[in-house]
């Protein structure tokens, strides 16, 4: 019975440790989509500025014409791993059939008026493929930091934790926080670049991209900390308000709407880790008690106290040979 127990616990690891596998590399392939995806719109978007600064009489605007036929190449490709991520989850299912039609319906229109010498009318066409290309960007955003949740509890589950950590919480708030001001110096010099012109098409493309998967990378830091559950209520508290305005953060980014705004909301990050450190310092200074050497008190009234443990005692086992309804 004992070695059939074993092996039953043994068998259950194996599986939770192949779900963890099939999870990581679930994860890392919808991380790769998400890339693709961010960057088939950032070159849209490239384009669109290109388009913009174009005559139709300039020798260039063949080339624009197939930069745009190349797009819509490239979107077939990531077309067909967003759909086999969303036949695995059938309440966003439709939503996200419902984007990727209409993005493949906006390349084709706008690969024909922008053969056709309309200008205008293509970059109208060109703007509702961003439109989608965002609208599903988020969707995605959303799933994987759902499966970056679950990852983390099951690597948190007593059969899957191979090398637990003791008094991991302070240094990786401390670790956090210093991440958020490089973050911080990071959004500050974009928004620097943007304001003198600098802060344009591919670079400033890249430059988000970046941002964007470095902000999944602390989220998932962050959904860590908050499953491990060692933080006090307060603590607990902060790092839920730290989640709010990550998310906030990532719609930004996303959205290419990187602004004073962002960096306030980055500016309350760093505040809120340094609450929830102070936090943790307080509870582990009141935890520290001085010791006291107990002290004999003799009692005048002993007989007293004697007869009154006698009888609770005594109550004590009729109640607990009495069957009684609560």
Known sequence: SDNLNQLAVKMQQMMQSNEAVVMEQNINELRQILDNLLTFSFDQESLINEVS?????????????????????????????????????????????KEILSISKNLIKSKKYLQEYQKNTSMNYQQYIMTSSNNLALILSDILNQMQQQMNSMSTSPNTCKN??????????????????????????????????EGKGQNLSKQISK?????????????????????????????????????????????????????????????????????????????????????????????????????????????NNTSVKL
């Not at 490709?77 to 695995?88: E, G, L, N, Q, T």
């Not at 637990?164 to 974009?190: F, W």
């Open 53 to 97: 600064n174009l005559n139709f009489k300039d020798p260039r605007y063949f080339e624009v014409s197939v930069k745009q036929t190349n797009l819509e190449d490239n979107f077939d490709a990531i077309k067909d791993s967003i759909k086999s991520v969303a036949s695995k989850l059938p309440i966003l299912s439709n939503t996200v059939d």
């Open 164 to 197: 637990p950590k003791s008094g991991k919480g302070k240094p990786s708030l401390k670790s956090m926080s210093q991440q958020q001001q490089s973050i911080k110096q990071q959004l500050q010099d974009m928004i620097n670049q943007m304001k003198s012109g």
């Open 211 to 319: 941002m964007i998967s470095e902000n999944d990378k602390y989220q998932q830091m962050l959904n860590q900390l908050i499953k491990d559950g060692e933080l006090s209520p307060e603590g607990m508290q902060k790092l839920n308000e730290v989640k709010k305005l990550m998310e906030n953060i990532q719609k930004d980014l996303i959205n290419q709407n990187v602004s004073s705004n962002t960096l306030m909301r980055q500016n309350q990050i760093i505040t809120r880790l340094l609450e929830a450190e102070n936090a943790e310092m307080k509870r582990d200074f009141e935890k520290k008690r001085e010791s006291v050497e107990a002290k004999d008190q003799i009692s005048d009234d002993s007989i007293k106290y004697f007869n009154r443990f006698k009888q609770f005692s005594e109550y004590t086992e009729t109640f």
